[in-house]
């Protein structure tokens, strides 16, 4: 009962710590349990950890685990897959097409995806407004500029 109870006053403590900084596997317990990122195996590690235990799901709609919750709420499959696939939508949405863009599309609900993507590249430099922007940013910039 202890260990569970340690257990439990960890996870607390961990998800009330500040964000993690690392936006290569985003947020979640194991990127805030495993500091390194220095190589492919440690954010493998982190991502790893996210996936097996669904706590980034949590965090993402909680605003906890080093996760920062967005102020336009999307559905939640929206907000995993722009989470799971900053990198990629980052690079189709520079040059306004893809198959992440069109899903993107899809889990919005965007009836006209030509002029979605349309305006998500004439907005890219505002939803991507630097280098360490974060999911629930990239979320908010999208609903503002491209919906």
């Known amino acids: 009962m202890k260990k569970v109870l340690v257990s439990l006053a960890a996870v607390v403590a ?13 947020c979640g317990l194991g990127a805030m349990l495993i500091k390194d990122d220095s190589s492919a195996v440690m ?3 982190q991502s790893t950890t996210n996936g097996t235990s669904g706590n980034q799901t949590f965090g ?8 920062k919750k ?3 709420v ?3 499959r929206a907000s995993e897959f722009v989470a799971s696939n900053m990198d990629t939508l ?6 306004g097409h893809g198959e992440s863009v069109d899903t993107l599309a899809e ?4 009836q006209d995806k ?6 998500l590249q004439a907005n890219y430099n505002n939803i991507y407004a630097s280098k360490s922007v974060k999911m629930a940013d990239v979320l908010d910039n999208i609903s503002t500029t491209a919906i």
């Open 70 to 72: 967005t102020k336009f």
């Open 43 to 45: 954010l493998a590690l």
């Open 107 to 110: 889990l919005l609900n965007v």
């Open 90 to 95: 980052a690079k189709e949405i520079s040059v």
């Open 114 to 119: 030509a002029s979605f993507a349309s305006a």
């Open 60 to 67: 993402i709609t909680s605003g906890t685990l080093g996760c």
């Open 14 to 26: 961990l998800s009330s710590s500040a964000m993690a900084a690392n936006t290569q596997t985003g």
């Open 74 to 76: 999307m559905n939640e």
